[in-house]
């Protein structure tokens, strides 16, 4: 069985690549020469990982 925490985790992991993908896409579909993306992998981790900490604290305890 999952922990709350391994479930945040894999639910973090998730949110950024998906972030990621997003702006890769983005991106892809602009029409400007050069393009720039910034994505700042850990603190959206970070972010989605204690928002769903706190969600699955909140429900499954």
């Not at 998730?14 to 994505?39: C, G, M, P, W, Y």
Request: hydrophobic share 45%.
């Amino acid at each position: 069985m999952l922990s709350n925490e391994q479930r945040a985790h894999d639910l973090a992991i998730t949110t950024a690549k998906l972030l990621a993908e997003e702006q890769f896409e983005l991106a892809l579909r602009s029409n400007k020469d050069k393009v720039q993306i910034d994505v700042d992998l850990y603190s959206t981790y970070v972010k989605a990982y204690k928002a769903a900490l706190n969600a699955l604290n909140r429900d499954f305890n």
